[in-house]
C-alpha cells in the first residue's frame, strides 16, 4: 500500500469497553488481548496507531486511528476485531471517517502519521465544521484569513497538525487531530485560535477527544 497516496482514508474509531470485561480472568484477557493485536499486525492494507481515553473520557476508552487507500479495508480490519473475543466486550462511542488531501489554501497535504514520523505522547481529536456563509466568501478573502489562523499555529511548533477532508463522507466538513508532547501549549494554542477572524465561521468543533498515545498491549491493559 502507498501511504504516501494523497487519496488515503482515515477513520478515527473510538470504543467503550463493556464492565463485564473487567470481570473475565487474567489469563483469558491476555489470550485476547493477543488475538485482537494479531488482527491489526498481520493486515498489510491498513496502518494503525492506538490511543487510551482511560478516566479522560466516560463515553469512550481507547481509539484506533486507522489508515488505508480503501475504506473497505477499513470496514473489513473492524469487522474481524469485533469477531475476536474482546471484540464482544467493546461497543463503538464515536466513528469519523475521512481523506488526506492537498489544502484548497497551501496546496500541501502533510500527515505525520503517513510520513512514518514517531508518535507524540498526545493526541486530540474532533470534527470541525464551517458554516455556508464561510464558504460563499470570496476565496481571496478566505485566504487571507487563513494566513492569519496560520500564523497562529507557527508560535506552536511543538505541535503537529494532521487536517483530512469530510465533505461527502461523513457530518462534518474536516477531522482535525493533533499530535503533542505538550498538552498545555495546545490548551494555549486553541485559546488563541478562537481569536482570529476564522472563528467567526466556526459551527462546531466538538467532541474534543483527548487521548494518550500507547503500544496497544497496553491500550487494551489500560482496560483493567
Same mark, same amino acid.
Given at each position: 500500500?502507498?501511504?504516501? !497516496?494523497?487519496?488515503?482514508?482515515?477513520?478515527?474509531? =473510538?470504543?467503550?469497553?463493556?464492565?463485564?470485561?473487567?470481570?473475565? +480472568?487474567?489469563?483469558?484477557?491476555?489470550? %485476547?488481548?493477543?488475538? /485482537?493485536? %494479531?488482527?491489526?499486525?498481520?493486515?498489510?492494507?491498513?496502518?494503525?496507531? !492506538?490511543?487510551?481515553? *482511560?478516566?479522560?473520557?466516560?463515553?469512550?476508552?481507547?481509539?484506533?486511528?486507522?489508515?488505508?487507500?480503501?475504506?473497505? #479495508?477499513?470496514? %473489513?480490519? @473492524?469487522?474481524?476485531? #469485533?469477531?475476536?473475543?474482546?471484540?464482544?466486550?467493546?461497543? &463503538?462511542?464515536?466513528?469519523?471517517?475521512?481523506?488526506?488531501? &492537498?489544502?484548497?489554501?497551501?496546496?500541501?497535504?502533510?500527515?505525520?502519521?503517513?510520513?512514518?514520523?514517531?508518535?507524540?505522547?498526545? *493526541?486530540?481529536? #474532533? &470534527?470541525?465544521?464551517? !458554516?455556508?456563509?464561510?464558504?460563499?466568501?470570496?476565496?481571496?478573502?478566505?485566504?487571507?484569513?487563513?494566513?492569519?489562523?496560520?500564523?497562529?499555529?507557527?508560535? =506552536?511548533?511543538? @505541535?503537529?497538525? +494532521?487536517?483530512?477532508?469530510? /465533505?461527502?463522507?461523513?457530518?462534518?466538513? =474536516?477531522?482535525?487531530?493533533?499530535?503533542?508532547?505538550?498538552?498545555?501549549? =495546545?490548551?494555549?494554542? *486553541?485559546?488563541?485560535?478562537?481569536?482570529?477572524?476564522?472563528?467567526?465561521? *466556526?459551527?462546531?468543533?466538538?467532541?474534543?477527544?483527548?487521548? @494518550? #498515545?500507547? &503500544?496497544?498491549?497496553?491500550?487494551?491493559?489500560?482496560?483493567?
Amino acid at each position: 500500500m502507498d501511504m504516501s !497516496s494523497e487519496h488515503t482514508f482515515f477513520n478515527f474509531s =473510538f470504543f467503550k469497553v463493556d464492565q463485564k470485561w473487567r470481570w473475565l +480472568n487474567d489469563m483469558t484477557k491476555k489470550e %485476547s488481548a493477543k488475538e /485482537f493485536i %494479531s488482527i491489526l499486525e498481520q493486515e498489510n492494507n491498513v496502518r494503525y496507531r !492506538s490511543y487510551s481515553l *482511560v478516566g479522560l473520557r466516560e463515553d469512550a476508552d481507547f481509539m484506533l486511528w486507522l489508515a488505508a487507500d480503501r475504506i473497505d #479495508y477499513m470496514q %473489513s480490519v @473492524i469487522a474481524k476485531l #469485533y469477531r475476536t473475543v474482546l471484540g464482544k466486550y467493546i461497543t &463503538p462511542a464515536y466513528t469519523y471517517l475521512s481523506v488526506l488531501k &492537498p489544502s484548497t489554501y497551501t496546496g500541501k497535504a502533510e500527515s505525520s502519521f503517513l510520513k512514518g514520523e514517531k508518535p507524540l505522547r498526545y *493526541v486530540i481529536v #474532533y &470534527p470541525f465544521i464551517k !458554516s455556508r456563509e464561510w464558504y460563499l466568501l470570496p476565496y481571496e478573502e478566505r485566504k487571507r484569513m487563513m494566513e492569519e489562523h496560520a500564523l497562529v499555529g507557527k508560535k =506552536f511548533p511543538m @505541535i503537529k497538525l +494532521n487536517t483530512s477532508y469530510s /465533505f461527502g463522507l461523513d457530518d462534518q466538513d =474536516f477531522m482535525l487531530a493533533f499530535e503533542t508532547d505538550d498538552l498545555y501549549s =495546545f490548551h494555549e494554542l *486553541v485559546m488563541q485560535l478562537r481569536e482570529t477572524q476564522v472563528s467567526r465561521y *466556526v459551527v462546531k468543533d466538538t467532541p474534543m477527544l483527548v487521548s @494518550i #498515545y500507547k &503500544p496497544l498491549e497496553e491500550v487494551i491493559n489500560d482496560l483493567g
